[in-house]
C-alpha cells in the first residue's frame, strides 16, 4: 500500500508529501465526498497549511478549501493540534454567529468585511498561526500511522 510506504519514508516531509499526492489524486478522480474520514483529515490539514503559508487566513478565506473550514477544525483535533485549533477557531469566530459561509462569494465578502475591522486582531492570528509551535506534518503522520487502515 503506498501510505504504508510513505509512512516507512525517513524524512517526514517527504513521507507527508507522498501521502497527501495519494489522497488529493483520490480526491480529483472521486470528489472529496468520497474520502474517507480520515483521507479527509489529512486533505484538510495539508489544505490549511498551504493557505496558510501562501497568505494566511485572507488566502484560506478567498479560496475553496475556505469552504472546509469546519472540517479542518475537526482535523486539527482529530491530530491533537490544540493551540492551532484555537487560533482557527477563534479567526470562525468572527464571522457573524461563528459560521463561515460555504458559498466562495459570500464567504470572501464577509472575511473581507471583517478583515476592514479586525486588521490587528487577524494579523495576529496569522502570527499565532504560525508560532503555535506545532508540527502538522509530524501530528498527521502520527495519526495516519494509527488510523493506517482507513485509507484505502
Same mark, same amino acid.
Given at each position: 500500500?503506498?501510505?504504508?510506504?510513505?509512512?516507512?519514508?525517513a524524512?517526514?516531509?517527504?513521507?507527508?508529501?507522498?501521502?497527501t499526492?495519494v489522497?488529493?489524486?483520490?480526491?480529483a478522480?472521486?470528489?472529496?465526498?468520497?474520502? /474517507?474520514?480520515?483521507?479527509? /483529515?489529512?486533505?484538510?490539514?495539508?489544505c490549511?497549511?498551504r493557505?496558510?503559508?501562501n497568505g494566511?487566513f485572507?488566502?484560506?478565506?478567498?479560496h475553496?478549501?475556505?469552504?472546509?473550514?469546519?472540517d479542518?477544525?475537526?482535523?486539527?483535533?482529530?491530530?491533537?493540534?490544540?493551540?492551532?485549533?484555537?487560533?482557527?477557531?477563534?479567526v470562525?469566530?468572527?464571522?457573524?454567529?461563528?459560521v463561515?459561509?460555504?458559498?466562495?462569494?459570500e464567504?470572501?465578502e464577509?472575511?473581507?468585511?471583517?478583515?476592514?475591522?479586525?486588521?490587528?486582531?487577524?494579523?495576529?492570528?496569522?502570527?499565532?498561526?504560525?508560532?503555535?509551535?506545532?508540527?502538522l506534518?509530524?501530528?498527521?503522520?502520527?495519526?495516519?500511522?494509527k488510523?493506517?487502515?482507513?485509507?484505502?
Open positions: 500500500m503506498e501510505i504504508q510506504a510513505a509512512l516507512e519514508m524524512d517526514e516531509t517527504d513521507a507527508f508529501l507522498q501521502i499526492d489522497i488529493f489524486d483520490k480526491k478522480e472521486l470528489g472529496y465526498s468520497d474520502l /474517507s474520514a480520515a483521507e479527509k /483529515s489529512v486533505y484538510c490539514i495539508d490549511l497549511s493557505e496558510m503559508e494566511g485572507g488566502q484560506l478565506f478567498h475553496d478549501s475556505g469552504a472546509l473550514i469546519q479542518m477544525l475537526e482535523a486539527l483535533e482529530k491530530i491533537r493540534a490544540k493551540r492551532t485549533h484555537a487560533v482557527v477557531k477563534q470562525v469566530d468572527y464571522f457573524p454567529k461563528g463561515v459561509p460555504s458559498d466562495e462569494d464567504r470572501m464577509a472575511f473581507d468585511l471583517l478583515a476592514s475591522e479586525l486588521v490587528d486582531e487577524i494579523a495576529e492570528c496569522d502570527d499565532r498561526f504560525h508560532g503555535a509551535g506545532e508540527n506534518v509530524e501530528l498527521t503522520l502520527k495519526f495516519v500511522a488510523n493506517v487502515s482507513q485509507f484505502r
